[in-house]
């Protein structure tokens, strides 16, 4: 790599943790009554932890665990397959609506400003999905995962239309090869106004979702 892409690529990086956590620490902070009230919800909703800690790999092969609001009952990750559809016996109550409007992600906020993730990137895929990855699509993991992204923005509705007996199969089949060629587009092109379209764009959707869009 010459030593002015190399050179760009740092200042890049360095401007992207900034903003990440100029966002994410005050977003944190502003959100945590919301935050509390969502945790109580989930505590008189169904016995367990308020947090999932799921196992992903992140930047440099390197696994991480990305914290969620808990959405399923307790033991769901031994029974069934990786992926959920919309009607999954396993969500709870509290757990559809978390999920209905990407509430259950919010925790991730706390793995940005680990530096675990970033605001944007590829979406972290857990150890059985990536195992599967191809060299090429082992690119992803130059970058630091994100909680959102293009292929994020593409796939926003895949949990409520997915179906079938074997969702894991069809995911590496179907969906995961896009979502990867996506993600790399974003890698080759990445900048901080990409990540702000990226943000509006997230932030679009979900006002969509409310509007019933």
């Not at 999954?88 to 109550?93: F, G, V």
């Amino acid at each position: 790599m010459a030593a002015g892409a190399l050179m760009s690529r740092r200042v890049h990086a360095i401007a992207k943790r900034s903003f990440d956590l100029a966002v994410a620490s005050p977003a944190l902070l502003v959100l945590s009554p919301f935050l509390l009230l969502i945790a109580v919800l989930i505590k008189l909703g169904s016995p367990g932890p308020v947090l999932h800690k799921g196992e992903r790999v992140g930047k440099g092969g390197q696994p991480f665990h990305i914290l969620k609001f808990r959405s399923m009952v307790m033991g769901s990750d031994a029974v069934g397959p990786q992926r959920t559809a919309a009607g999954d016996s396993r969500i709870t109550r509290v757990g559809h609506f978390l999920r209905k409007w990407k509430l259950d992600e919010l925790p991730q906020l706390i793995n940005v400003i680990r530096g675990e993730m970033s605001l944007v990137g590829p979406r972290p895929e857990s150890p059985y999905y990536a195992r599967h990855f191809t060299p090429e699509q082992r690119r992803v993991l130059e970058a630091t995962p994100g909680i959102t992204g293009l292929a994020q923005l593409a796939f926003r509705r895949e949990e409520e239309t997915a179906t079938g007996d074997d969702l894991d199969e069809s995911y590496l089949r179907d969906i995961l090869p896009h979502k990867l060629e996506m993600d790399l587009q974003y890698i080759d092109s990445a900048s901080i106004i990409l990540d702000l379209r990226i943000i509006l764009r997230t932030l679009g959707s979900l006002l969509s979702r409310f509007a019933g869009g």
